[in-house]
């Protein structure tokens, strides 16, 4: 038995020190001591080509899960999944934007290519995946967004052509409709004018993060003094941040020269037709 200072895988200092003998042959043979070799060639692959994130407030429906892990995934794919849980760090009111403006943070800094947004509340079809990864694979058009309804009854499609003039109903479905206002339930974004975005947007913190408004819950309220009265302005983040997008000129600053002049330069994809979900599991339409 080897002493309590020698090490026990080398039997050869242990048989010149006790005198022992050697192996049959004669020849002194050390054990050699057990190694693990990983050579790492540094190259983590190709995993920054797209995000698919979903902001939530922690809960699902099961539908909703098998919608979305059930997709049907392109061939030779990559992607990055980032899940942002809304009511760990932000008021009630400003979750949606707040939760958005996370995503783009955690987009930027890892340098991705585009961002897929599916919320917690739209049921994909099964080829979702598959028709935005023509998308991106074509590289023809920087902002597509699939076909989902209110969750109202009459259940309304969120398509839009102009603002505070109701939804935009001539199209049928199959069909490629261009607009000027999508929905970002179901959105698919390219990273350039995500970045321009970015840095032309204002500091601001949510709980110990900092970051930038990139999207925003339009909420104002102003007092008239020429006609004497207030004024209020409400809305949602997704037609605030279209709005956006085409008055700060970001598809030029972004490279998409094409869409610059587009009086409708947002696509949505009737093919990709998306359910809305309840927390009770009435879907709508």
Known sequence: MAKPDTNPMDITAEYARNELPGPANGRQSPVRPYRTIIQDSGDPGYINRLMIATPTTGLVRIEWVQARYGQTIPVNWSFVQMNQY??????????VADAQIMIVK?????????????????????????????????????????????????SEPLVFRGRGNSFFGDWELGDKVWCDGVPTGCLLVHGGILREMWNDSEEYAIGPHTTRRVFNTPQKAWFDPEHLQFNAQT????????????????????????????????????????????????MFP
């Open 235 to 282: 809305g949602t983040s997704d037609l605030e941040w279209c709005t956006r997008i085409m008055k700060g000129n970001y598809f030029e600053k972004a490279g998409w020269h094409d869409y610059a002049d587009k009086e409708f330069p947002f696509l949505i994809d009737t093919e990709i037709f998306c359910r809305h979900i309840n927390p009770d599991g009435e």
């Open 86 to 95: 809304l009511n760990t760090f932000i008021p009630l009111r400003y979750q």
């Open 106 to 154: 955690a987009f930027i800094e890892q340098d991705m290519e585009w961002l897929l947004l599916i919320e917690h509340d739209t049921i994909m079809p099964p080829d979702a995946l598959l028709r935005f990864n023509t998308y991106i694979r074509e590289e023809k058009v920087p902002i597509v967004s699939g076909l989902y309804y209110t969750r109202s009854r009459p």
